[in-house]
């Protein structure tokens, strides 16, 4: 476990720049909208010949990942050569940190490589942050994943999903369910969701896996499917976090599907013209049913489409702040 310092100091640059993507906790709504419009305008791409742009043409990004995830890596590789980077993807678990060099060591030999963005995903929380605070300044970093504390990207593409599908945030109610307790993304999607202005955000799950006094996020909770998904507009499934539970929170997967898994008959107590989100990968039949995961109100495959154009936009908007600041800095002769 990592200190965590100012998030909005740490983050951006004296006038209000991205310089890393650390948390969505203090950042101002104005910035959150800059990104999503920045993604929109990646997010056709895919659709044409030629799917790069040279905004990142010569910089290094390196992907540290402490922790696995198939997914999360491919999308930031993908984004990163988009943007015309090189990209290096670092296997940690057969790399020098598992002979005793130490994180800092390995930082250290990462930026006399002059690597200028580490993508980062580790099994502790606040290892972004701590990482932010080790390297030279030119260096930004980007939370892939730290812990069970934040997932700023895989909030901001499911953010980005919502406003393409629903126009907008201030009218919605938003449900999120599942394992809340060990669940970082269902702490950066809160923060997101209330920075946008959603003015009923939902929690459902059993008490076993609901953090305590979650209610001071300025959440609702719901023990029970059937009162938290009345009227819901965005449906946001989580995955069970099986592998950081410590002891046995639940009597069984298939008890946990018939109280709080997403099957037709659950979903029918949402808004008729809800969608149903999930950050992926789907236990199918445990969190939610195949009917219902491939179902027409499902939007879970434009999420991974659309987490590419968010992780293009903040690689680009954090490359941009770091070459403002550190101009600003050669002007003042520092």
Request: proline share 4%; aromatic share 4%.
């Amino acid at each position: 476990m990592f200190n965590f310092p100012d998030p909005t100091q740490a983050q951006l640059t004296e006038d209000g720049q991205l310089k890393h993507f650390l948390d969505i906790e203090g950042l101002p709504e104005s910035l959150l909208l800059e990104l999503l419009d920045t993604a929109d305008s990646f997010v056709d791409m895919s659709e044409q010949q030629v799917k790069k742009v040279p905004l990142l043409r010569g910089k290094t990004v390196a992907n540290l990942f402490f922790e696995n995830s198939t997914r999360t890596l491919s999308t930031f590789e993908l984004a990163a050569k988009r943007l015309s980077a090189d990209v290096l993807n670092l296997n940690i678990s057969t790399s020098s940190t598992k002979k005793g060099e130490t994180l800092k060591d390995t930082l250290m030999t990462l930026e006399a490589m002059h690597s200028d963005m580490f993508v980062v995903r580790h099994s502790d929380s606040g290892a972004a942050h701590f990482i932010a605070s080790q390297v030279t300044p030119n260096v930004a970093i980007i939370n892939a994943g730290d812990g069970r504390h934040a997932h700023p990207t895989q909030a901001m593409l499911d953010m980005m999903t919502i406003r393409r599908h629903k126009g907008g945030f201030k009218h919605l109610k938003v449900a999120i369910v599942g394992d809340i307790l060990h669940s970082r993304v269902a702490r950066s999607q809160i923060h997101a969701l209330r920075i946008l202005g959603v003015p009923e955000i939902r929690l459902i799950a059993p008490r076993t896996l609901l953090p305590r006094n979650v209610e001071m996020l300025g959440v609702k909770v719901f023990t029970n499917m059937a009162q938290g998904l009345r009227d819901a507009d965005v449906v946001i499934m989580l995955r069970l976090q099986k592998e950081r539970m410590t002891s046995a929170l639940l009597p069984s997967e298939s008890e946990f599907f018939k109280l709080y898994g997403l099957s037709e008959e659950k979903l029918a107590f949402a808004h008729p013209e809800a969608i149903v989100m999930h950050p992926g990968p789907i236990n199918r039949g445990v969190e939610i049913a195949s009917s219902v995961a491939d179902g027409p109100k499902s939007v879970i495959l434009n999420q991974v489409t659309n987490g590419i154009a968010v992780r293009m936009a903040v690689m680009s908007m954090a490359m941009s702040g770091q070459v403002a600041e550190r101009a600003k800095k050669l002007e003042a002769g520092e």
